[in-house]
């Protein structure tokens, strides 16, 4: 089995579950640029965030979340300036702000420089107001 540390993460293309070894161990299959697959052992999906190229983000990016006020209705924004992009390869690039990978600990939205609000996967609104609103709505639904 190869080290998963000897496999560089830009030349990963794909990556599948690759069964069980002997010893009841999960492998993961490594499709690579190059056109080769390697196997290794554990569940290379709960890694590859770790081992996935940062890149910078340019300046005006902000990474918003919302807080719930006491009865759970969405009353605050938190902007954090997005310092930098993770770049998985099977999704959309996450953010990482100081406090690190804020869409893990916090989903909420990207705003970007011009004022546009991207929910990753889903939806565009024009503005945070609108963005709160949509949250808000959604949470009476549920």
């Keep these: 089995m190869l080290s998963i540390t000897n496999i560089n993460p830009r030349h990963i293309i794909h990556v599948s579950y690759g069964g069980k070894n002997e010893d009841g161990a999960t492998l ?9 697959t390697q196997t290794v052992i554990g569940d290379f999906h709960r890694n590859s965030e770790a081992l996935a190229p940062i890149i910078p ?27 930098g992009w993770r770049c998985i390869g099977y999704s959309a690039p996450l953010p990482i702000t100081a406090s690190g990978d804020e869409s893990l600990a916090n989903p909420g939205a990207i705003l970007n420089p011009k004022g546009r609000i991207t929910v990753q996967h889903s939806e565009d609104y ?5 963005w709160l609103k949509n949250l808000n709505e959604r949470r009476l639904c549920d």
Excluded: C, Q, T, W
């Design 28 to 36: 993961s299959k490594i499709h690579l640029i190059d056109g080769s």
């Design 57 to 83: 983000a340019f300046p005006g990016f902000e990474y918003l979340y919302a807080i719930e006020n006491e009865v759970g209705e969405y009353v605050e924004v938190v902007r954090e300036p997005i310092i």
């Design 126 to 130: 024009s503005n945070v107001e609108d």
